[in-house]
């Protein structure tokens, strides 16, 4: 499996670039898929001046995607005649972004769009926004404990984790303080 981490700056230019092709567009409220969408949204809300709400989908376990992706939070707002925006980090897939869209037809939307910073070549369908193509393991930068904690169960020893995160973009600092 091969790692990727990306660094705040990168995040916030990749963040700034994609704002660029979208800002002409009008919504009325951008939905983050929690968790990982929470960060990227935040920074949309800032820059696109909208405000936020979340749903909670969850298609992961310990780096390893799951057969079925579950809503296990839904937002309390009413969508209806509006222009959303759902926004994840990452699309590995697309089939997140599937469940969200199945799950917002229940309501009367006048449109709904999709973002994520990051996309994988076999995700289908693709969102309508997104930053860059990684074919990688995307480690981001609030990720530490959470990456740390899958390298140790997947390279079975601390020395070895800690290794492997040196090895992939983590400075010293950060390993000795997760």
Same mark, same amino acid.
């Given at each position: 499996m091969q790692f990727h981490k990306i660094s705040w700056r990168q995040y916030e230019k990749d963040c700034l670039g994609l704002t660029k092709k979208i800002k002409h567009i009008k919504f009325d409220k951008i939905v983050a898929i929690s968790r990982g969408g929470l960060v990227v949204a935040r920074i949309f809300s800032d820059l696109l001046s909208t405000p936020i709400?979340?749903?909670?989908? #969850? &298609?992961?376990?310990?780096?390893?995607?799951?057969?079925h992706t579950l809503i296990t939070e839904t937002p309390s707002t009413n969508f209806n005649k509006q222009r959303?925006?759902?926004?994840? #980090?990452?699309?590995? *897939?697309?089939?997140? +972004?599937k469940r969200a869209k199945s799950y917002f037809k229940n309501f009367q939307i006048k449109k709904i769009y999709t973002l994520a910073l990051y996309v994988k070549s076999k995700t289908n369908p693709l969102p309508h926004f997104w930053s860059q193509k990684i074919d990688a393991w995307i480690i981001f930068p609030y990720e530490l404990k959470e990456t740390?904690?899958? +390298?140790?169960?997947? $390279?079975? *020893?601390? @020395?070895?984790?800690?290794?492997?995160?040196?090895? /992939?973009? $983590? &400075?010293?600092? @950060?390993?000795? /303080?997760?």
């Open positions: 709400s979340h749903i909670t989908i #969850e &298609s992961y376990l310990d780096l390893k995607q799951q057969k959303i925006l759902i926004v994840d #980090e990452i699309a590995d *897939s697309g089939r997140t +972004f740390y904690d899958a +390298f140790l169960k997947l $390279f079975k *020893s601390k @020395e070895k984790a800690k290794q492997m995160l040196l090895k /992939n973009g $983590f &400075s010293k600092w @950060e390993v000795n /303080n997760i």
